[in-house]
């Protein structure tokens, strides 16, 4: 299928204009995702369709927290990224083009397909996510179109790399996205990503311009990213540039992929973190992957009782009654709360 967001060169070659790295890409060939191939001065999407994963998970799975709490997200995914992250944690499907020389797998679904299979499965939203949802942007908008007109939210699990004009172009149909905030300095970027954390932050500023619901995650690795100055610095732009209501995600590093000389991040560094994301003045603070620690929980910004008691990704008790804390009455940020 012919791709969207390019533009034709001299000496047939294209221009893809979908993700910040706007490759310029020779024929024959394919850019930095290994799912977009010039094909006669054409660029062709290699995995419209073909999707390698598809499960019915929790929304606090994605993780999304603030987003219809307890339901469920129909989740899909396609092969590829656009980043090469050492520590990739879906390097499997997400790196195969580029680790298995272009290889491409996956059972073919249709956005009517996958629409169908959400409303069977009582799926509130449809998830874009496992791997990079901007690689496999034809399929999402497309789906994403059906699926609003059923009345099913979307959301992108994303490192936040696609182009403004992206961006624009799926947003009428987008309610909400995860992006992950990798780390904030541009070494670490350009080290372990092969990107440049400048276009992140300039896309996560959008999306709030947008009307499109943000949640933020980052992994924190030991030695890597995990610096208090660091930290301090990315919890003021998340509260200075995205508002204080934007649920911050700080979890756990295990070592995979092509990062196993790190340790797994000690509890305390995801509690230190956590707190000075709070001292920053981000009312919703969380910590990831350590299931039955208290950042998993939602807490009432301004009274401290307990409003969402979770364990793991289950929602063990909901007390937001109507957007608003059932105890103060302070209004709870969010979708369908």
């Known amino acids: 299928m012919e791709a969207y967001l390019y533009e034709p060169l001299e000496e047939n070659k294209v221009k893809c204009n979908l993700c910040s790295h706007r490759c310029v890409i020779k024929e024959g060939r394919c850019g930095i995702c290994g799912v977009r191939e010039n094909r006669g001065g054409a660029l062709e999407t290699l995995v419209y369709g073909r999707l390698i994963a598809r499960h019915i998970d929790p929304i606090e799975k994605k993780p999304l927290f603030h987003l219809l709490p307890g339901s469920l997200s129909y989740s899909i995914a396609t092969v590829g990224c656009n980043f090469k992250c050492r520590f990739c944690q879906n390097a499997d499907i997400a790196q195969m083009p580029s680790d298995r020389n272009g290889m491409i797998v996956g059972d073919y679904f249709s956005p009517q397909d996958i629409v169908d299979a959400a409303l069977k499965g009582d799926c509130k939203t449809i998830a874009y996510t496992y791997t990079e949802p901007t690689v496999y942007f034809e399929l999402a908008y497309d789906t994403a179109k059906l699926a609003h007109q059923k009345g099913i939210k979307n959301v992108f699990v994303t490192n936040g790399y696609m182009t403004p004009e992206a961006l624009q172009m799926i ?3 987008l309610d909400a996205a995860n992006v992950d905030l990798k780390a904030f300095t541009e070494d670490f970027y350009k080290t372990y990503c092969g990107a440049k954390l400048v276009h992140v932050k300039e896309m996560l500023k959008l999306m709030k311009s947008l009307g499109i619901f943000i949640e933020v995650t980052t992994l924190l690795i030991p030695g890597l990213n995990d610096d208090k100055q660091e930290l301090k610095d990315l919890a003021a732009f998340l509260a200075d540039s995205l508002g204080t ?3 911050w995600h700080i979890s756990r590093f295990h070592p995979t992929y092509r990062l196993t000389n790190r340790p797994s991040t000690p509890v305390e560094t995801l509690v230190m973190a956590r707190e000075i994301g709070i001292k920053a003045g981000l009312k919703y603070v969380y910590t990831g992957n350590v299931p039955g620690e208290s950042g998993e929980k939602t807490f009432c910004y301004k ?7 979770r364990w793991g990704f289950y929602v063990r008790e909901n007390l937001i009654e109507d957007g ?6 302070a209004q709870i940020h969010g979708v369908g709360l």
């Open 171 to 173: 947003s009428p149909y």
């Open 245 to 247: 209501d934007t649920p």
């Open 324 to 329: 608003r804390c059932s105890h103060c009455g």
């Open 303 to 309: 009274c401290g009782k307990t409003l969402i008691d």
